[in-house]
C-alpha cells in the first residue's frame, strides 16, 4: 500500500489506523520504522534500539513526550529521536498528514561496500 508523494514521502496508513500512545510498525523501503501518535502529532523513528539492535520499539510505551524501548528501558525523544540527555539515539523520520493519511519520508538506504 506504500504510495509516494512528488516531494518522496510515502503513505503509510490512515490517521484512523494509530491508536494515541501506542506503536505500530512498518517497512518502508526495507527500512524499519516504528509510527507513533500522541497530541503532539504522529512521529516515525527507526525500530531498532541501539542497545542490542532489537526491533522492538514500536512496542515500547509512551512517557514524557518519548518512547521506552520495552526491552532495555532506554528512552528516545518521539520528536527528535535523542535520548533525553541529548545524545544520539533513533533516527527520526519526517512526517506529514494529507487528508488524515500518514506519509514518513524514508530514503532508501545506501550501502557502502
Request: one cysteine or more.
Amino acid at each position: 500500500m506504500n504510495y509516494e508523494t512528488e516531494d518522496g514521502f510515502t503513505k503509510v496508513c490512515s490517521i484512523n489506523d494509530i491508536v494515541a500512545n501506542k506503536g505500530k510498525r512498518f517497512i518502508i523501503k526495507d527500512i524499519d520504522i516504528a509510527l507513533f501518535k500522541n497530541d503532539d502529532g504522529v512521529f516515525a523513528l527507526s525500530n531498532h534500539c541501539p542497545h542490542q539492535h532489537t526491533a522492538q520499539i514500536f512496542d515500547g510505551y509512551i512517557e514524557e513526550g518519548c518512547v521506552v524501548c520495552p526491552i532495555h528501558g532506554w528512552m528516545f525523544n518521539l520528536k527528535t529521536g535523542k535520548t533525553p540527555a541529548g545524545g544520539s539515539g533513533l533516527i527520526s523520520y519526517d512526517t506529514k498528514i494529507i487528508d488524515n493519511d500518514i506519509y514518513v519520508m524514508v530514503k532508501e538506504q545506501e550501502w557502502k561496500w
